[in-house]
C-alpha cells in the first residue's frame, strides 16, 4: 500500500492546478487523503470513485470535491482507446473562505462544501461539461501565460459554485441510478468494516456476516474499488489512528487499540510505511501546523 497521507505542496502558490491530465496506461490507484481540498472535474473516463463508504462512476462531466482528510481511492480502467483524461486543482480552504467574504452566498455554498461533516460531494454535471470545460480552459491560460491572480482564482471557484447551486438545490448531492449500479456489494462490505474496523477482522467473520463466500466477495470488492479488502481495512483504521492522535492525548498504545491493532510495534511499523511517519511524529507535526494557522 502507498501512503495514505499525501501533503499538497503550495510552495507560496495560492492554488496547485493540474489541467487535462491524460492517464492511458499503468494508472495506480489508492486510498489517501490530503491536508487540503481537491477537486476533480473528469473530461473522459471510465472506472469508478470511492469516497466515504460509496462508489460513484468515472464519465464525462462528474465533479468530486474530496474535503481536507477525507479518505478517497480513484480507480479508473484506461487505455490508449479509454484514457482517463481529468483536471485537478488543490486550494488552502481558509484562504478561499476569506477571499469570498464579499459574496455571502458563495461563501455559505463554498463552506458547506468543504465543513459538510461526512457529506459526499460527488455530482453529475453532465449537462453543463461544456461550460465547466470552457471555465477550466480560460482559467488555464490566465495560469499558464504567468497572468493569472488571486482574482482569477476566486472567479472559476466562483463560476463552478454557480453551476453547482444550479444543478443541486440545497448542496444536495445528485445521483443517477447509472452512477451507483456497481457499488452495492462492496458497500455493504465498507459499512460493516465502518462498524467493526477496531475489532478483529477476518475475511471468515466478513464472509459469515455478509452472506457471501471469501471468493466471491474478494473478487466482487476489488472488481467495484479497483482495491483490495485489506488495503481498505488498513486504510480506515489509520484514518481512525490519524484522528485519534490529532485530536486526543491519548498514548500511542491506546490509540492503536482503538484503530483495530493492539500490538503496538505493529501498529508503529505500519503506521509509518502508510502514512509516511511515526505516530507520535504525526501528532508533532499537526500540532504544529495548527498553531501555526
Not at 474535503?67 to 486550494?91: D, E, G, M
Not at 477496531?198 to 466482487?220: A, C, G, M, P, W
Request: with cysteine; proline share 3%.
Amino acid at each position: 500500500m502507498n501512503r495514505l497521507f499525501e501533503p499538497v505542496r503550495f510552495d507560496r502558490k495560492d492554488i496547485v492546478w493540474d489541467y487535462l491530465i491524460r492517464t492511458e496506461s499503468d494508472f495506480k490507484g489508492y486510498y489517501h487523503w490530503h491536508q487540503c481540498c481537491e477537486a476533480v472535474f473528469v473530461h473522459e473516463g471510465q472506472g469508478s470513485i470511492v469516497l466515504n463508504r460509496q462508489a460513484y462512476e468515472i464519465k464525462r462531466g462528474m465533479f468530486f470535491f474530496f474535503q481536507p482528510f477525507q479518505l478517497h481511492r480513484v480507480h479508473a480502467v484506461v487505455s490508449p482507446v479509454t484514457p482517463y483524461v481529468r483536471s485537478i486543482f488543490y486550494i488552502d480552504p481558509n484562504w478561499i473562505q476569506r477571499q469570498l467574504a464579499v459574496f455571502p452566498k458563495k461563501q455559505a455554498l463554498f463552506s458547506a462544501l468543504w465543513q459538510g461533516g461526512e457529506r459526499n460531494h460527488a455530482y453529475d454535471l453532465f449537462q453543463n461539461a461544456g461550460v465547466l470545460e470552457w471555465t477550466y480552459e480560460s482559467f488555464n491560460r490566465c495560469y499558464t501565460s504567468g497572468k493569472g491572480t488571486q482574482e482569477d482564482i476566486l472567479l472559476m471557484i466562483a463560476q463552478i459554485l454557480n453551476i453547482l447551486d444550479t444543478e443541486n438545490d440545497d448542496s444536495k448531492i445528485k445521483l443517477t441510478p447509472e452512477i451507483r449500479r456497481h457499488s452495492r456489494y462492496s458497500e455493504t462490505v465498507m459499512r460493516w468494516i465502518e462498524e467493526h474496523y477496531h475489532e478483529d477482522v477476518s475475511l471468515e467473520r466478513l464472509s459469515e456476516k455478509t452472506h457471501l463466500s471469501t471468493s466471491y466477495i474478494s473478487r466482487v470488492f476489488r472488481q467495484e474499488t479497483g482495491s483490495n479488502i485489506t488495503d481498505y481495512l488498513t486504510a480506515r483504521r489509520m484514518k481512525q489512528a490519524c484522528r485519534l492522535l490529532e485530536t486526543t492525548d491519548l498514548p500511542i498504545e491506546e490509540i492503536g487499540i482503538r484503530s483495530g491493532i493492539p500490538n503496538t510495534s505493529y501498529f508503529i511499523q505500519l503506521f509509518k510505511r502508510v502514512v509516511g511517519t511515526t505516530p507520535l511524529q504525526y501528532r508533532k507535526d499537526r500540532m504544529t501546523t495548527h498553531r501555526t494557522k
